[in-house]
Structures are given as structure tokens and as C-alpha cells.
């Protein structure tokens, strides 16, 4: 898990822009696409740390070994998670994925008191060659493909979703002496249910959308 600051009642760096590319935008009928642009450097690859009350298990690898995921403590017990993981990262992709997590927590709203339940998380990914991260064009242009490919897709009510642009630290883009600044991008979702049971469900929706769009690849 990356330390990341609160939002959905779940970590998430502060924000200090928003880019909505003019797509929809909204809460409970369709999704909400973003790209929000994060002051929250990332050291690639990142150490194992132990929070006290969390544990980051640190960077694993799994581009071109996509059954890897299964080892990812984070993801093993959620499959809409490990098949997002494992289409990212399959060696027909130009794409790596970098961490991940998801979490359960309570949820009030006054607008809609059936709500209880929230199931957010997040997936941290890069292009796999290293110096293609130093793009912040390319990434722009992945995240406005991802929503476009979401935005005619079936939509459960009371989801979220954004994707967020953060600095990023290479390491082997250091040692090869390369100061361009370099980017990394999260894909955020969350589900809100009156059950856990529900809030999975909705998150599970967005997540086969994303998985669909690698797997596909729609990028291109």
C-alpha cells in the first residue's frame, strides 16, 4: 500500500488541480473522470514499510509475469482487482503496474441514508519502458482513452472513479543521469452499497470496465 491522505474515507494524495477533459461528470448515475494532478512523489521501486496500523508490502514486479499477482498481499483476495492487475501487466501491453489496495470502510450521506458501505481502491501504473514516463502528454492521452472507453458502458448508480497523475522517482532513470521530470498514474474506484455485499458489487462493475479496456486494447 502507498501512504497516501483521505478520501472516500480511504488514502488518497492532496490534490492541487483538476483536468476534467470535458467528458461526464457526476455521482450515482455515471462515472466521473478526472484527471487529477497529485504533488505526492513516488520512489520507483519503493521498500516494504510497516505503519504500525498498515503495512506496505512494497514494490513487486509482475510485468510479462501477470500470475504474480496472486503474491500481491494487497490483491490476492480480490479477484476484480487481481484481473485489472494481470491485464495491465500482460506482455502485450506497453504498461506496468507499480501498487496497489482496497479497502472496506463505513459511509454516511444525507442524501442517500441507504448508503453504509464503501469499497475503495486504487491501481498505480507506468508505461514498461522507463523513459516513456517522462511523457505527461501520453499519459494524458491513456487517461482520456480510459474514459472514453467507459463512458457508453452500462453503470451501476453510486460508483466513483477518477485517475490522478502524480510525480514519480525512477530509479533507473537516475542512475542514467536523465532530470526530466517522470509521471506515474492511479486508477481510483469505489463502490457504495447499503451492504459490503453491494458497495463489491458496484466496485467489481467499474473494475470489469477497466479490465475490459486493457484486455482489449484500447488504447491503441
Known amino acids: 500500500m502507498l501512504n497516501k491522505s483521505s478520501c472516500f474515507g480511504f488514502p488518497m494524495p492532496p490534490v492541487i488541480a483538476v483536468r476534467t477533459n470535458k467528458l461526464h461528470a457526476g455521482y450515482g448515475v455515471r462515472m466521473r ?23 506496505n508490502h512494497g514494490f513487486i514486479d509482475i510485468k510479462n509475469r501477470p500470475e504474480l499477482a ?66 505527461r502528454e501520453a499519459f494524458e492521452e491513456l487517461a482520456f482513452k480510459i474514459a472514453t472507453f467507459g463512458q457508453d458502458k452500462p453503470q451501476p448508480r453510486f460508483v466513483k472513479f477518477s485517475m490522478e497523475l502524480s510525480p514519480a ?14 509521471y506515474c498514474m492511479s486508477i481510483w474506484v469505489a463502490g ?6 453491494e458497495a463489491f458489487e458496484r466496485y467489481s462493475a467499474i473494475m470489469a470496465i477497466l479490465t475490459e479496456f486493457f484486455e482489449k486494447q484500447a488504447w491503441l
Not at 487529477?36 to 503495512?55: E, K, M, N, R, T
Not at 495491465?88 to 479497502?103: M, N
Not at 457504495?192 to 455485499?197: L, S, Y
Open 33 to 55: 473522470f478526472p484527471l487529477i494532478l497529485s504533488d505526492h512523489h513516488i520512489p520507483i521501486p519503493y521498500p516494504a514499510v510497516d505503519h504500525g496500523d498498515s503495512q
Open 169 to 182: 522517482m525512477y530509479s533507473p532513470l537516475q542512475s542514467a543521469g536523465i532530470t526530466d521530470p517522470a
Open 70 to 135: 496472486e503474491t500481491i498481499p494487497e490483491a490476492k483476495d480480490c479477484p476484480p482487482l487481481l484481473a485489472l492487475l494481470k491485464a495491465i501487466s500482460h506482455r502485450d501491453t506497453p504498461f506496468a503496474t507499480l501498487g496497489c489496495e482496497k479497502a472496506y470502510s463505513d459511509y454516511s450521506s444525507e442524501n442517500h441514508p441507504e448508503l453504509k458501505w464503501n469499497l475503495c481502491g486504487y491501481v498505480d501504473l507506468c508505461f514498461a519502458r522507463v523513459d516513456e514516463n517522462v511523457s
Open 192 to 197: 457504495f452499497g447499503a451492504t459490503e455485499v
